[in-house]
């Protein structure tokens, strides 16, 4: 025989929580774990979002620090003018604002006052200076300069001196 149960006796005013019963806690089990896991699919979805946009910018970065290819014509050599002996080469380099003039050239003629001035003209007539540079020791300059021509526009390319005078040309093409 078994001992009686002392009987407990509640106090009016105790918060005492009434016995769960299993279906109640197996309830709310359940309502912790889809909150459990709303919270885990919630941080993967800002992880993915943030790993994107961190591809996305380095995209950009990496895309930024790299050259675009641009069509660059053959390298021409310049021809000299009457009473010089100026020899050369000139690439054309198309880009998007126009094109991109680079010259190397040797036995420039020394002593004259004043730069030299490399001129871009084009089919129609349109004259650009694209570059001057001043009287070198040596006789050599490597130039870059820019035309706001377009390579298909662009028919010649001359090298002038201080006063004008034409002291080399080439021809694209």
């Known amino acids: 025989m078994s001992a009686p149960r002392p009987q407990v006796t509640r106090e009016a005013g105790t918060d005492a929580a009434p016995p769960a019963s299993s279906a109640g806690l197996g309830r709310l089990l359940e309502q912790v774990r889809a909150a459990d896991a709303a919270r885990r699919r919630r941080a993967r979805r800002q992880w993915l979002a943030l790993a994107a946009a961190l ?50 050239l040797a036995d420039l003629p020394a002593g004259a006052p004043g730069p030299f001035i490399l001129q871009v003209s084009s089919a129609d007539g349109r004259k650009e200076q694209a570059a001057t540079w001043a009287i070198t020791p040596n006789g050599r300059a490597a130039v870059t300069g820019a035309s706001a021509l377009h390579l298909p526009d662009i028919r010649s390319i001359s090298v002038m001196d201080h006063a004008g005078r034409l002291v080399a040309t080439s021809r694209p093409r």
């Open 55 to 104: 591809i996305v910018v380095a995209g950009l970065g990496l895309g930024s620090m790299l050259p675009f290819r641009h069509s660059t014509g053959p390298a021409t050599a310049f021809t000299s003018a009457a009473g010089y002996s100026v020899s050369g080469r000139a690439t054309l380099t198309a880009k998007p604002w126009g094109t991109a003039v680079s010259v190397t």
